[in-house]
Protein backbone atom coordinates (compact mmCIF):
# COMPACT_ATOMS: atom_id res chain seq x y z
CA UNK A 1 0.00 0.00 0.00
CA UNK A 2 2.70 2.24 1.19
CA UNK A 3 4.65 1.75 -1.85
CA UNK A 4 1.37 2.26 -4.08
CA UNK A 5 1.35 5.33 -2.34
CA UNK A 6 5.06 6.96 -2.97
CA UNK A 7 4.34 5.15 -6.82
CA UNK A 8 1.23 8.05 -7.16
CA UNK A 9 3.25 10.80 -5.70
CA UNK A 10 6.14 10.06 -7.89
CA UNK A 11 3.78 10.33 -11.11
CA UNK A 12 1.96 13.66 -9.82
CA UNK A 13 4.98 14.79 -9.48
CA UNK A 14 6.57 14.33 -12.57
CA UNK A 15 2.88 15.46 -14.07
CA UNK A 16 3.32 18.62 -11.75
CA UNK A 17 6.61 19.07 -13.80
CA UNK A 18 5.54 18.34 -17.23
CA UNK A 19 2.84 21.32 -16.84
CA UNK A 20 4.96 23.82 -15.06
CA UNK A 21 7.41 23.28 -18.33
CA UNK A 22 4.54 23.58 -20.64
CA UNK A 23 4.37 27.43 -19.62
CA UNK A 24 6.77 29.68 -20.53
CA UNK A 25 9.14 29.51 -18.38
CA UNK A 26 10.13 33.50 -17.13
CA UNK A 27 13.06 32.18 -14.39
CA UNK A 28 15.27 29.05 -14.69
CA UNK A 29 14.33 29.06 -10.41
CA UNK A 30 10.53 27.36 -11.85
CA UNK A 31 12.59 24.63 -13.31
CA UNK A 32 14.75 24.26 -10.58
CA UNK A 33 12.37 24.24 -8.11
CA UNK A 34 10.29 21.35 -10.48
CA UNK A 35 13.58 19.54 -10.63
CA UNK A 36 14.32 19.43 -7.34
CA UNK A 37 10.77 17.82 -6.31
CA UNK A 38 12.31 14.80 -8.88
CA UNK A 39 15.14 14.71 -7.17
CA UNK A 40 12.95 13.77 -3.99
CA UNK A 41 10.44 11.25 -6.04
CA UNK A 42 13.25 9.47 -6.87
CA UNK A 43 14.94 9.34 -3.46
CA UNK A 44 11.22 8.37 -2.04
CA UNK A 45 10.97 5.60 -4.93
CA UNK A 46 14.34 4.30 -3.92
CA UNK A 47 13.30 4.33 0.17
CA UNK A 48 10.03 2.55 -1.11
CA UNK A 49 11.28 -0.35 -3.31
CA UNK A 50 14.15 -1.10 -0.83
CA UNK A 51 11.41 -0.90 2.62
CA UNK A 52 9.55 -3.39 0.21
CA UNK A 53 12.04 -6.43 -0.81
CA UNK A 54 10.18 -6.26 -4.62
CA UNK A 55 10.07 -4.42 -8.03
CA UNK A 56 6.25 -4.72 -8.43
CA UNK A 57 6.31 -6.72 -11.73
CA UNK A 58 9.13 -4.65 -12.90
CA UNK A 59 6.55 -1.53 -12.60
CA UNK A 60 8.51 0.27 -9.88
CA UNK A 61 11.83 0.04 -11.60
CA UNK A 62 10.58 2.09 -14.81
CA UNK A 63 8.98 4.24 -12.83
CA UNK A 64 12.49 5.19 -10.98
CA UNK A 65 13.99 4.85 -14.80
CA UNK A 66 11.32 7.92 -16.04
CA UNK A 67 11.98 9.91 -13.25
CA UNK A 68 16.06 9.36 -13.79
CA UNK A 69 14.68 10.45 -17.37
CA UNK A 70 13.18 13.53 -16.18
CA UNK A 71 15.50 14.65 -13.82
CA UNK A 72 18.66 14.60 -16.53
CA UNK A 73 15.50 16.75 -18.90
CA UNK A 74 14.91 18.93 -16.01
CA UNK A 75 18.68 19.57 -15.05
CA UNK A 76 19.58 20.49 -19.15
CA UNK A 77 16.44 22.96 -19.14
CA UNK A 78 18.04 24.45 -15.71
CA UNK A 79 21.41 25.02 -17.75
CA UNK A 80 19.89 26.38 -20.80
CA UNK A 81 17.64 28.95 -19.30
CA UNK A 82 20.58 30.08 -17.13
CA UNK A 83 22.58 30.11 -20.05
CA UNK A 84 19.99 32.26 -22.56
CA UNK A 85 19.49 34.98 -19.04
Do not use: P, Q, T
Not at 29 to 47: F, P, Q
Request: with cysteine.
Amino acid sequence: MKSSLVLAAACLSLGAGAVAIADRVHDWHDLDEVHNHVVEAIHEMDRARAANHYDMAGHGAKAEEFLHGAERELHEAVEASKAAH
